[in-house]
């Protein structure tokens, strides 16, 4: 990731420093008199999607004089986000739990309707390499089982019941849809004479496979719900500063889905260092010590099966789309990887066997 550094700046998207006058009174926690920004832009490095998407990123630098004197400085995060994201939204709620999540200063909004939000500062940005480490994936698991066993109010589960949050069971039928389509493609030798060979041996299952996509996505559909932040990658948490405490950010993807949704494709490949039963002991454990109810480990089990499933029809319809939209062929190996992974399934049967 790096920078570019910007000092004494007299705006911040557009924001004059009267109207960052409240984020900045929050910020260094008095009455301001005068204050200074400076601002750090965010440049993800290729292949990264450090601070997360869905928006521009920097970080702001407050240097604060108060009206009895006192001098404070304190670096913020802000996120101008995409229009028709409103990532305060789930702060405020999830706040309301003790989430394991950065604390906010303060939102403004643009004249269009963008949502400027200022939040804490963490360093450092973690990693999968840190998520793989005897050392701190319990944390990881810790608070993202904290997040899962969290019951929402019914203000905030009608808010992420309605079509823009419940997003899902769209995408999941995009991807059985993409199937046909995306099989034909590769056929045709788009990703080279290996995958096109591949195809033409599993032809005859093609039909079937649809069939078996069907039945993963009812089968999904019927799966207990939870909170589930839905993108709770290596990359999305951090630490905070003060005590070095693991939180989690980018709140824009959280909603109700499947309750073990975001530990699914944990446990599919859990860190080098546990095996799968003892990544499941270890998650229910935690679970429940966060509120979650018992859950025998066979039905975890069976729970993150299924939503791994679903999880590779919504990957093929994603790689399919962007190949479909850059012409880029690397997405189109991507494509053929979940048609493969697709296949195995369906071969290996419900649960966990031989994948």
């Known amino acids: ?182 099989w034909e493609r590769v056929s045709d030798g788009a990703c080279g004479k290996d995958a096109a060979h591949w195809c033409a041996k599993y032809h005859s299952e093609l039909s079937e496979l649809k069939d078996y996509a069907r039945s993963v996505i009812d089968q999904w559909k019927t799966l207990p719900r939870g909170l589930c932040h839905r993108e709770a990658e290596g990359y999305h948490a951090g630490r905070r500063r003060s005590d070095g405490k693991l939180l989690y950010f980018d709140l824009s993807t959280v909603g109700i889905g499947p309750r073990f949704g975001d530990v699914a494709s944990w446990c599919r490949e859990s860190p080098i260092y546990l095996t799968r039963m003892e990544f499941a002991r270890q998650y229910l454990e935690l679970y429940a010590r966060w509120g979650g109810p018992t859950v025998s480990i066979e039905q975890f089990l069976n729970e993150t099966a299924i939503s791994v499933r679903a999880g590779v029809i919504r990957w093929l319809w994603q790689m399919h789309s962007a190949w479909d939209e850059t012409g880029d062929n690397s997405y189109g190996h991507w494509t053929h990887s979940a048609l493969e992974q697709l296949v195995e399934f369906k071969h290996a049967g419900p649960g966990w066997q031989s994948t």
């Open 1 to 182: 990731m790096t920078h570019r550094h910007d000092s004494n700046r007299s705006e911040l998207f557009g924001f004059s420093k009267s109207r960052l006058l409240p984020i900045a009174e929050v910020v260094a926690g008095m009455s301001v008199h005068t204050f200074d920004i400076t601002i750090d832009t965010i440049d993800a490095e290729p292949g990264t999607d450090e601070y997360g998407g869905c928006g521009e990123k920097c970080i702001v630098t407050f240097t604060c004089t108060g009206t009895d004197g006192r001098e404070r400085r304190e670096r913020v995060f802000a996120k101008l986000a995409d229009h028709g994201h409103e990532e305060s939204i789930h702060y405020e709620h999830l706040t309301r739990h003790n989430a394991p999540i950065p604390k906010t200063y303060g939102t403004l909004k643009t004249d269009d309707g963008r949502e400027l939000m200022f939040t804490e500062y963490l360093e450092p940005i973690l990693t999968w390499d840190d998520w793989n480490s005897p050392e701190t994936h319990p944390e990881f698991l810790s608070s993202i089982a904290q997040i899962n066993a969290i019951t929402p109010s019914d203000e905030y589960r009608a808010l992420l019941s309605n079509e823009k949050h419940d997003w899902m069971p769209r995408v999941l039928q995009w991807g059985l849809e993409a199937i046909e389509s995306a």
